[in-house]
């Protein structure tokens, strides 16, 4: 089954302490991209990706890391997570950057930082 | 830059109502518009697109036309069922790279 895989679903935390979320998909994607849901707010782009080893910030890259090793996985960094990162993440994947080209989203991380 | 503006929510409508979702956009160049749908605790699911002016994209009993003079992707069905209660998001992409560029989102909630 065609899926981006997103763990944990779930996460609190303390401020300060690293954490990764990890995205992979199966779908051989050359671009994936890490976005952040809001209320009021809809979904903002963090970083994008589009394809091994080359990446980009989106529009609110600022507390975050991302690496682009291997086709299949594109993991988020919070190397010193806040308080206003507690939010619902989610990893994204197509095909390829053309804009038209419809976008598969994981189900979703729900982080919430003390 | 671009920008994206849905109808706030939520929408509560009867089984079998007429739903309508407006949404209209600001972008330079010719943007591809899309439809998502978020069902409680999942991900966001591809609902409908179309890539050009004109086009209309259909899915599910779902529709949307892409109208250029009023930058507009309204979302519209004849006959809406509970299954249909959902968060349902407008989005746009342009320029040289698949960014979305979303709306904040229309809850809709479908009441037998």
């Known amino acids: 089954e065609a899926q981006v895989t997103q763990n944990p679903r779930y996460l609190i935390t303390v401020t300060g302490k690293k954490l990764t979320v990890t995205c992979s998909q199966n779908?051989?994607?050359?671009?994936m991209s890490w976005y952040r849901q809001d209320p009021g707010l809809g979904l903002r782009q963090i970083y994008y990706?589009?394809?091994?080893?080359?990446?980009d910030k989106g529009d609110v890259p600022e507390g975050y890391k991302v690496s682009r090793k291997e086709k299949r996985n594109f993991p988020l960094i919070l190397e010193s997570p806040s308080p206003n990162q507690t939010s619902l993440y989610f990893c994204?994947?197509?095909?390829?950057?053309?804009?038209?080209?419809?976008?598969?989203f994981g189900d979703g991380t729900r982080l919430s930082i003390l | 830059g671009d920008s994206v503006t849905q109808m706030e929510g939520p929408v509560t409508l009867s089984e079998e109502a007429f739903l309508t979702i407006n949404c209209t956009y600001t972008?330079?160049?010719?943007?591809?518009l899309f439809w998502y749908v978020q069902y409680p605790g999942e991900g966001l699911q591809l609902l409908l697109k179309?890539?050009?002016?004109?086009d209309k994209g259909s899915n599910k009993g779902f529709e949307a036309t892409y109208r250029k003079e009023t930058t507009s992707f309204h979302l519209e069905k004849g006959s809406v069922q509970v299954s249909d209660s959902a968060v349902y998001f407008c989005?746009?992409?342009?320029?040289?790279?698949?960014?979305?560029?979303f709306g904040a989102g229309t809850r809709l909630a479908v009441h037998p």
């Open positions: 179309a890539t050009k002016a004109d």
């Open positions: 779908m051989n994607h050359e671009y």
């Open positions: 989005a746009l992409s342009s320029g040289g790279y698949n960014k979305l560029i």
């Open positions: 990706s589009m394809n091994v080893e080359v990446t």
């Open positions: 994204a994947s197509s095909l390829s950057r053309d804009r038209g080209q419809p976008q598969h």
């Open positions: 972008a330079t160049g010719y943007p591809s």
